[in-house]
C-alpha cells in the first residue's frame, strides 16, 4: 500500500505541475502578433470581393502583387496583424483574458492541493489501514485524479470560447473599416500583407484603415 502512493502520487504530481505551467504559460500569454497570429483569429475577407487574401503558392495572386494593375484598376493590403496591435480593443481584450486565466488556474491549483493533502494522509496512515480501508482509499484518490484532468481540460476550453468571445467583435470591426476603405477609394482587391511576397509600399492601406477607425 505504501509503495501505491509513493509511485503513483509523485508520478501525478510532476503530471499536473507540468500541465499546470504549461497551461499557464500558453492561456495567459498576451503578445499580441502572437494573438492575432492563430488561425482562428485571421481578419476574413470582406464581402463583395473588397477584401481578399492570398497565399504564396499562388502564381496568379503574386503576379497582381507585384506588377501594376491595369488603368482604373486599384490594388491595395494591409497587414492585418499589424492592424489588430494598434487597436486598444485588443489590448482590453488581452487584459481580461489574462485575469480569466488567472481564475481558472487559481481554482486548479486549489483543487490540486487539496488532492496532495489527502495523498499525504493516506500515506501516513496506510500501515492502519486494512485491506479494505486501503481499496477504498485508492479508488477515492483515483477519482480526485480523474475530477483534476477534466477541470484541466474544461479550463483550456472555456479559455479558448472566452477568446473568441472577446474577440468577435474586433474582427469584425476591423473587417468592416477595411471594407469601407475599400469601396471609397475604389479598391478592387486588398490583400493581407502576411501572405504577399512582394508588395510596392505606395499601396499599402494602413493609413486609410487607421483614420477609418480613429487610429493614431
Given at each position: 500500500?505504501q509503495?501505491?502512493?509513493s509511485k503513483?502520487g509523485?508520478?501525478l504530481?510532476?503530471?499536473?505541475m507540468?500541465?499546470?505551467?504549461?497551461c499557464?504559460?500558453?492561456?495567459?500569454?498576451?503578445?499580441?502578433?502572437?494573438?492575432?497570429?492563430?488561425?482562428?483569429?485571421t481578419?476574413?475577407?470582406?464581402a463583395?470581393?473588397?477584401?481578399?487574401?492570398?497565399?504564396?503558392a499562388?502564381?496568379?495572386?503574386?503576379?497582381?502583387?507585384s506588377?501594376?494593375?491595369?488603368?482604373g484598376?486599384?490594388?491595395?493590403?494591409?497587414?492585418?496583424?499589424?492592424?489588430?496591435?494598434?487597436?486598444?480593443?485588443?489590448?482590453?481584450?488581452?487584459?481580461?483574458?489574462?485575469?480569466?486565466a488567472?481564475?481558472?488556474?487559481?481554482?486548479?491549483q486549489?483543487?490540486?492541493?487539496?488532492y496532495?493533502?489527502?495523498?499525504?494522509?493516506?500515506?501516513?496512515k496506510?500501515?492502519?489501514?486494512t485491506?479494505?480501508?486501503?481499496?477504498?482509499?485508492?479508488?477515492e484518490?483515483?477519482e480526485?485524479?480523474?475530477?483534476?484532468?477534466?477541470?484541466?481540460?474544461?479550463?483550456?476550453n472555456?479559455?479558448?470560447?472566452?477568446?473568441?468571445?472577446?474577440?468577435?467583435?474586433?474582427?469584425?470591426?476591423?473587417?468592416?473599416a477595411?471594407?469601407r476603405?475599400?469601396?471609397?477609394?475604389?479598391?478592387?482587391?486588398?490583400?493581407d500583407?502576411p501572405?504577399?511576397?512582394?508588395?510596392?509600399?505606395?499601396?499599402?492601406?494602413?493609413?486609410?484603415?487607421?483614420a477609418?477607425?480613429?487610429?493614431k
Amino acid at each position: 500500500m505504501q509503495t501505491f502512493f509513493s509511485k503513483n502520487g509523485l508520478l501525478l504530481l510532476c503530471c499536473m505541475m507540468l500541465a499546470t505551467v504549461a497551461c499557464k504559460q500558453k492561456d495567459t500569454k498576451s503578445d499580441t502578433d502572437t494573438t492575432v497570429a492563430d488561425s482562428t483569429h485571421t481578419i476574413e475577407p470582406a464581402a463583395e470581393s473588397t477584401v481578399a487574401e492570398t497565399t504564396p503558392a499562388s502564381t496568379s495572386e503574386t503576379t497582381a502583387a507585384s506588377v501594376p494593375p491595369p488603368a482604373g484598376v486599384k490594388y491595395g493590403y494591409i497587414n492585418s496583424m499589424e492592424l489588430l496591435s494598434l487597436m486598444p480593443d485588443v489590448k482590453a481584450a488581452d487584459k481580461k483574458l489574462e485575469t480569466f486565466a488567472r481564475q481558472s488556474e487559481g481554482a486548479l491549483q486549489t483543487a490540486f492541493l487539496d488532492y496532495q493533502n489527502k495523498l499525504k494522509d493516506a500515506q501516513e496512515k496506510a500501515g492502519d489501514m486494512t485491506p479494505v480501508q486501503q481499496e477504498a482509499k485508492m479508488k477515492e484518490l483515483a477519482e480526485i485524479e480523474q475530477r483534476l484532468q477534466q477541470m484541466q481540460g474544461n479550463s483550456q476550453n472555456d479559455f479558448l470560447k472566452e477568446k473568441e468571445r472577446l474577440y468577435a467583435p474586433i474582427l469584425d470591426k476591423a473587417n468592416k473599416a477595411i471594407k469601407r476603405v475599400g469601396e471609397k477609394n475604389g479598391y478592387i482587391f486588398i490583400y493581407d500583407a502576411p501572405a504577399l511576397l512582394y508588395a510596392d509600399t505606395t499601396l499599402n492601406v494602413m493609413p486609410l484603415v487607421k483614420a477609418e477607425l480613429g487610429l493614431k
